[in-house]
């Protein structure tokens, strides 16, 4: 049976009609029926009409919206909640019975109304929406029918779809060339839509239990080298194979208890450098060792020495003759990226105006060997780019995000970054000329890596589940597992009334915000609203009716305080926008600490007085990395960025209590894996020899606690209870890490570039 297609509709003009409004595209104006006049929208709400548009009626992630109309320019999603206000108003929408644009909770919009584009004639007579239409108006298809359901008139949604995404594209070209702000001396502006990827699918080219990580492409895209365990082994290796998908080879030998990490390619593609570490048992014994190994094989040598409790980040340079290293890591002193020459063995540093509050990560060689680019700071970053003989540094990027890798597009006119956001990993691509990010569309995604002189990358596909576990610390019974699911739950919180818990999960299908009273399984719900972020765990409140809890809900990003009996969520009016983290002060409710990201990314602990609008700060400590209250000893507990220890001051942040508790403990790689209880004892993770999750008290000299000998906790920090005498953590219950694959496009050179 042959199915006939209908005559193609003509083009569509700049105006259409949205259920019963007129919608004029370039002069963003919006006619409600009985409306006096049109409303006008902004520029970003008409793109995010647009973009709903343009998916004809099916739903549209609030990060897809992000991705297309402000991609990279700011860290929160409040901006979408608000365009979506306006166009319900231009609409005259009712929320609660809405007939044009319909929330989907925790996720995105819908738009529900038929659309239907103008002919000219139409448009020009169509002055209310009382106005005729010149034929009925065009419907969606409908999704959930089969192909023969809609294959009759796909010809003519195709061209209303594609004209569509024509103006949406013009609208939103210029919208942002009207919106974008001037540029600060080469930081780009990061908006959306750089080059798409050659195929939006990609495949992975590891596939066995475990975790395989720290992907490394050769030059040639042939090649990549990882990390993974060995069949029989209980230490990671450098592993190599080739781009398919294909049997490994072990291409390093730790022997012991070390482990290898962190392979990286010579320019020349015959060498591989890599990190050999020992773990020791937090009092000694620790080693870390810079090892280079022809790729085809042979024997290792040792090139140099680096911080065991702070393994560095680095790159070849550009020579090939030595590896540039990131400002922690290395036993040398002085402060910013150093150079290590292979040659000789001496480490030099590059003058760049560093200073010892910068924590700089992460340095690639350009392409062509004139610049070094890093990230400073975290997790409110940002790229960073400084010549390669050294010299002032230059912002490249506004992102104020928690970058988890980077690498250079060989032609050096953008690079792939894979940034933490909403409690996963994204890759996106950045135009450097432009200052364009576009999100590529792979979640759960970090370590990018791109072949040096072919356009392909590689990264680690990264989903560990955890699952929230309770144990006795004076007992000797194993961890039991709390609320099973086959979704991942994360930081576990017990109130200081000892029963209630809140944990974060995706079991829900996003990661949402859990509660439970543990005399009462079954009371275990859902706080709906809100999608916190997995950066800190929430702070409860001393008599246990609220938290404080940082993520994104219908108010945007921000600090949101929530009820949990009430499942009522709020957020609050706090005067900074990077927030990470946020404690109550304990025996006063009106005062609150909060730590958020300053404008170079250095994060600041506040004190604020919230009985003001907008609240008052009375005093701050600088160079923050994460907070505890103590309230046995009124005082709060802090680590640094980028170092070893533990410090302490008083409640009221005076200066003259800042002092350092201990010099070593936490590790910088665990500096959020340690916790207080109510007796002011202050335990932390390692790891040694024979137990993957110990557990020690800080000051104590007995052996650790070894909570699991093979299961590693969670990184994102574990609870006490009030009296220290039981431990919530997370454990690993499946590693899971593959290496992803998939060849990317060059944008052609623009025309006069030469």
């Given at each position: 049976m042959s199915i006939s297609s209908p005559p193609p509709s003509p083009l569509p003009s700049a105006r259409l009609r949205v259920g019963d409004c007129t919608v004029d595209m370039p002069l963003r104006e919006i006619h409600a029926p009985g409306a006096r006049r049109p409303r006008r929208v902004t520029p970003k709400a008409i793109a995010v009409l647009a973009a709903l548009i343009e998916q004809g009626g099916r739903v549209v992630s609030r990060d897809a919206l992000l991705a297309q109309v402000w991609a990279g320019t700011m860290p929160s999603d409040d901006v979408v909640t608000q365009a979506i206000t306006q166009?319900?108003?231009?609409?005259?929408?009712?929320?609660?019975?809405?007939?044009?644009?319909?929330?989907?909770?925790?996720?995105?919009?819908?738009?529900?109304?038929?659309?239907?584009?103008?002919?000219?004639?139409?448009?020009n007579s169509a002055e209310s929406a009382a106005?005729?239409?010149?034929?009925?108006?065009?419907q969606w298809p409908n999704y959930a029918a089969t192909p023969t359901d809609i294959r009759g008139g796909w010809g003519a949604i195709a061209i209303a779809l594609g004209a569509a995404a024509l103006v949406f594209v013009l609208v939103l070209a210029w919208s942002l060339r009207r919106e974008a702000p001037p540029g600060d001396g080469g930081a780009p502006r990061a908006q959306t839509g750089a080059r798409v990827p050659a195929t939006t699918s990609y495949r992975l080219i590891t596939s066995v239990p475990g975790?395989?990580?720290?992907?490394?492409?050769?030059?040639?895209?042939?090649?990549?080298?990882?990390?993974?365990?060995?069949?029989?082994?209980?230490?990671?290796?450098?592993?190599?194979?080739?781009?398919?998908?294909?049997?490994?080879?072990?291409?390093?030998?730790?022997?012991?208890?070390?482990?290898?990490?962190?392979?990286?390619?010579?320019?020349?593609?015959?060498?591989?450098?890599?990190?050999?570490?020992?773990?020791?048992?937090?009092?000694?014994?620790?080693?870390?060792r810079v090892m280079v190994v022809p790729s085809n094989g042979g024997a290792e040598r040792s090139v140099g020495s680096c911080d065991p409790r702070n393994p560095p980040s680095f790159d070849w340079t550009f020579d090939g003759r030595g590896l540039v290293f990131g400002s922690r890591g290395t036993p040398t002193g002085g402060v910013g990226l150093r150079l290590l020459d292979l040659a000789s063995g001496e480490w030099s540093l590059l003058d760049y105006g560093a200073t010892a509050l910068d924590v700089d990560f992460a340095p690639r060689y350009s392409p062509d060997g004139r610049w070094i680019v890093f990230v400073r700071n975290s997790p409110v970053g940002d790229l960073y780019r400084i010549p390669s003989t050294g010299g002032p540094p230059r912002r490249l990027t506004r992102l104020h995000g928690d970058i988890r890798g980077w690498d250079w597009m060989p032609d050096g006119r953008s690079i792939v970054l894979a940034r933490w956001s909403g409690s996963e990993s994204r890759l996106m691509e950045l135009d450097l000329r432009s200052g364009l990010v576009h999100d590529m569309g792979i979640a759960d995604a970090l370590e990018p890596t791109v072949a040096a002189h072919v356009p392909s990358m590689a990264f680690t596909e990264a989903r560990s589940y955890f699952g929230i576990h309770r144990m006795a610390l004076g007992g000797r019974r194993p961890p039991e597992r709390l609320f099973p699911s086959s979704g991942r739950d994360r930081l576990?919180?017990?109130?200081?009334?000892?029963?209630?818990?809140?944990?974060?999960?995706?079991?829900?299908?996003t990661f949402a915000l859990w509660w439970a009273d543990l005399a009462r399984p079954e009371s275990l719900r859902l706080i709906e609203g809100l999608r916190p972020e997995s950066w800190h765990p929430p702070d409860w409140s001393p008599d246990s009716r609220r938290l404080l809890v940082v993520g994104s809900g219908d108010a945007g990003f921000g600090l949101y305080e929530v009820v949990p009996a009430s499942a009522q969520v709020v957020r609050l009016p706090n005067p900074v926008a990077d927030v990470v983290q946020a404690l109550y002060v304990p025996g006063d409710g009106d005062r609150l600490l909060v730590i958020a990201g300053g404008e170079e990314g250095r994060l600041r602990l506040q004190l604020y007085d919230r009985r003001t609008a907008p609240w008052r700060s009375l005093a701050s400590i600088e160079d923050i990395a994460v907070a505890r209250v103590d309230p046995a000893h009124q005082r709060v507990l802090f680590t640094r960025p980028g170092q070893a220890g533990l410090w302490q001051a008083d409640l009221a942040l005076s200066a003259a209590s800042v002092r350092q508790v201990d010099a070593a403990v936490p590790e910088v790689?665990?500096?959020?894996?340690?916790?207080v209880s109510g007796q002011g004892d202050i335990y932390y993770f390692v790891r040694t020899s024979d137990c993957a999750s110990a557990l020690r008290r800080l000051g104590d000299a007995a052996p650790p606690l070894c909570v699991d000998r093979n299961r590693r906790s969670g990184p994102s920090g574990f609870s006490l209870s009030p009296r220290g005498d039981v431990i919530y953590v997370t454990l690993s219950l499946w590693d899971g890490g593959d290496i992803g694959f998939m060849p990317m496009s060059m944008p052609p050179e623009p025309i006069g570039s030469q």
């Open positions: 166009l319900r108003k231009a609409f005259d929408d009712e929320r609660g019975n809405p007939r044009y644009i319909e929330t989907i909770a925790k996720y995105g919009y819908r738009l529900l109304a038929p659309v239907e584009w103008l002919a000219e004639s139409a448009a106005a005729p239409a010149p034929e009925a108006p065009r975790i395989e990580s720290s992907p490394a492409l050769s030059p040639d895209a042939a090649l990549v080298a990882y990390v993974a365990v060995p069949a029989g082994h209980r230490r990671t290796a450098i592993m190599l194979q080739t781009t398919d998908p294909s049997t490994p080879r072990q291409l390093s030998h730790p022997e012991g208890d070390t482990s290898d990490r962190a392979p990286t390619w010579s320019p020349s593609g015959r060498e591989i450098a890599f990190l050999r570490v020992r773990d020791g048992d937090g009092n000694g014994g620790e080693d870390c576990p919180v017990i109130a200081p009334d000892d029963r209630q818990l809140v944990f974060t999960s995706d079991r829900s299908g790689s665990s500096y959020r894996l340690w916790s």
